[in-house]
């Protein structure tokens, strides 16, 4: 959990913004309204946009009162930058009654085992304030957790004290068969863990402190847990906010498009197991907290061995190939723990979400979209340019040194203010404004929070750049009838260990600062097969998914190509967007129903969709990368990098020999990338 600064800077922020025409208002205040979005496929040729001179960084240090406000508004218009004011968010902090603490004393933990119905005993802490009246109920924060509910000897987190100072009790619990409770843990969020929760949240609505009122939230694989909460279908659970949760574990972060993740199959794995085995926590020195009872540590000794019978997550993981395969070590498959395949019991709950993902995240932000356009909650969303904690900012035209928006450093910043006024409204039933679905997103290279209640949004038209010759990309169609390009696959091309993959486990490279930093892509992208516009004549933004639908053949019968979507600018710098990727073997576009609602080519990724790759044969490869909202400026030029391996991420397929792709440009096998585009004038 991330908590922020005073909301009074917003309020200002836009006051002073206003005037100088940097905040977008339509009939709504917010909302834009655009002409309807048109189908996958749906194309106008592509007329040459554009962008504005190269930016430096900007590192944001306004005070907050108004006259400085003002004073930057006057330099922004002057200077034709726009972006340079986006500290001002004009979606947060417009709620204060929530916000008001209350004095009961210091949070105070009490640890303590509670025994499920089939007597596997569960570890939880429950804080309280110290000096609660006896005849005061309040409502409950309930967080199961994969990663501890805390280590020995550690007091309550600010982040436990902040919910205790206003009014809530927390109850952490450690899930069966990790930290110190007793059982076996098989895979993520399981049907056993849902039975665990449910009895849980029983359990908390009998307490003599609890008003009967529950609420969840975390990041990570907590986020997740709460959404498990919902799933209790029980009436005490009023509202949930899971941060950075993975919907589709498959496609959105483990095998995205069939491609085995390394990082996180390996990396987390070793992270969980030394967890469970209380071996250190992250590799340092604390162990996990025993129950207040257990003073000899008898119990959390007992409990610690009962995870033995835990399955290493790489011995099950590697196994798989297909989303539908159901290694020996789970007896399940991933779809059986997807998120997607519990729309039924979490539509019943009639739970309202207020979900949190940032662009540079593996998949996730995907992954929230589908789950916003699929299920019928009430759902509040809010994409940033963030990274898997939510904690920094990530936008690759800014300084990494850019403080997060909305703050996340202190309980009195506006992402904990958010989750304060929507869980206040649902708990205390005060209207602070979430009674609407909405997506607040932020748009990289701009700097600019918008709204909107559809997605993909209304208004883009989908453009078209092809592939052509000497490496150009263009918005004319291949005349030719032959062109081609071929390029031997570079096994040592990596995006770096502090990519949207690896912030998943926290980055894995301690030179930099932060856990998703790209560095400068210029030397590395001439190590692989790229095709660039001219420059463009107008800013363009492009928000949506792109697609990329390839002409190629290899020269083995598997392999994976991947597909990055770059910024260059007028001295040549390579900025990073977004990028996606396809196991070939997967490339079929399945004619089945999906699981949800997708806004890109389908590929089911089952065995039954398998198709075999035939060395020299022109395949068709078409996938969507993943969702973005970036300003392309005037000036810019658009770049499109074709890749077979990125080293430090993904498995290398295949795991020999040294492969080429040939890409077919041609009027019989054209290849391109379609862009959900706004354009600037």
Not at 199 to 219: A, F, M
Not at 285 to 306: G, Y
Not at 428 to 433: I, L, M, Q, V, Y
Not at 625 to 653: N, Q
């Amino acid at each position: 959990m991330l908590f922020l600064v005073s909301h009074s800077w917003t309020l200002v922020g836009r006051a002073a913004a206003e005037p100088c025409g940097l905040v977008d208002q339509g009939d709504s205040g917010r909302v834009v309204s655009r002409r309807p979005f048109p189908t996958w496929g749906v194309q106008d040729p592509f007329r040459r946009l554009g962008a504005h001179p190269a930016r430096r960084p900007v590192r944001r240090t306004m005070k907050r009162h108004a006259a400085t406000l003002v004073s930057l508004c006057a330099y922004a218009v002057g200077t034709g930058r726009a972006g340079f004011i986006h500290a001002q968010d004009t979606s947060f902090g417009q709620c204060k009654a929530a916000r008001t603490t209350v004095r009961w004393g210091a949070a105070k933990i009490r640890s303590l085992y509670v025994p499920l119905q089939d007597r596997t005993r569960i570890a939880l802490n429950v804080i309280l304030p110290s000096q609660l009246p006896a005849a005061t109920r309040i409502p409950a924060v309930f967080i199961p957790t994969r990663y501890w509910r805390s280590p020995e000897g550690q007091p309550p987190t600010w982040q436990e004290e902040s919910w205790v100072n206003h009014g809530y009790a927390v109850v952490v619990m450690d899930l069966r068969g990790t930290g110190a409770s007793f059982g076996t843990w098989v895979y993520p969020w399981s049907d056993q863990e849902i039975r665990d929760i449910a009895e849980i949240v029983d359990w908390i609505t009998k307490q003599p402190w609890s008003s009967g009122k529950i609420v969840s939230t975390g990041v990570s694989y907590l986020a997740n847990t709460s959404e498990l909460v919902a799933l209790s279908n029980n009436p005490a659970v009023k509202a949930i906010a899971p941060r950075s949760s993975d919907f589709d574990m498959f496609d959105d972060l483990v095998f995205p498009n069939g491609v085995p993740n390394l990082s996180v199959i390996r990396d987390w794995g070793d992270i969980i197991y030394n967890l469970d085995h209380n071996i250190g926590r992250y590799g340092g020195t604390l162990k996990v907290r025993p129950v207040d009872a257990d003073r000899d540590k008898k119990s959390l000794a007992a409990a610690i061995r009962s995870h033995e019978s835990n399955p290493r997550l790489a011995d099950a993981a590697l196994k798989v190939v297909f989303r539908d395969d159901r290694p020996p070590e789970w007896k399940a498959s991933f779809d059986d723990f997807g998120s997607f395949g519990r729309q039924a019991a979490m539509e019943r709950s009639k739970v309202p979400i207020y979900a949190w993902a940032g662009w540079q995240d593996a998949g996730v932000v995907y992954g929230q979209l589908k789950r916003y356009t699929t299920f019928s909650n009430l759902q509040r969303l809010v994409i940033g340019p963030w990274n898997h904690g939510i904690n920094q900012h990530t936008d690759p035209f800014l300084s990494q040194s850019t403080p997060v928006v909305p703050d996340t450093l202190t309980q009195y910043g506006d992402q904990y203010g958010e989750m304060l006024c929507f869980f206040d409204q649902f708990v205390n039933g005060n209207d602070n404004g979430f009674g609407q679905r909405l997506v607040t997103y932020y748009t990289l290279n701009e700097g600019k929070w918008k709204t909107t209640k559809e997605w993909p949004v209304p208004g883009a038209v989908r453009t078209r750049w092809y592939l052509g010759a000497e490496h150009r990309l263009s918005s004319t169609p291949p005349a030719g009838r032959s062109g081609s390009d071929r390029y031997v696959v570079d096994f040592e091309h990596t995006t770096g260990k502090q990519n949207r993959w690896w912030t998943q486990i926290g980055g894995g490279d301690p030179k930099y600062r932060g856990d998703v930093f790209y560095l400068d892509r210029t030397e590395l992208t001439r190590r692989l097969l790229t095709y660039t516009s001219e420059p463009l004549r107008h800013d363009i933004e492009v928000t949506g998914h792109p697609i990329v639908r390839l002409h190629a053949s290899v020269t083995t019968n598997d392999g994976a190509i991947y597909v990055y979507l770059e910024d260059v600018d007028s001295a040549g710098r390579v900025t990073y967007l977004t990028e996606g990727q396809m196991r070939l073997i997967h490339r079929k576009m399945s004619t089945d129903p999906p699981p949800y609602t997708v806004q890109v080519p389908y590929h089911s990724l089952k065995r039954k969709d398998s198709l075999g790759v035939v060395p020299g044969q022109t395949m068709e490869i078409t996938f969507g990368l993943l969702p973005t909202s970036v300003l392309l400026r005037r000036g810019h030029r658009i770049r499109i990098a074709i890749a077979g391996a990125d080293s430090e991420t993904f498995s290398r397929l295949p795991a020999t020999g040294s492969p080429a792709i040939t890409v077919e440009r041609n009027a019989r096998y054209p290849s391109y990338i379609e862009l959900p585009v706004f354009e600037r004038r």
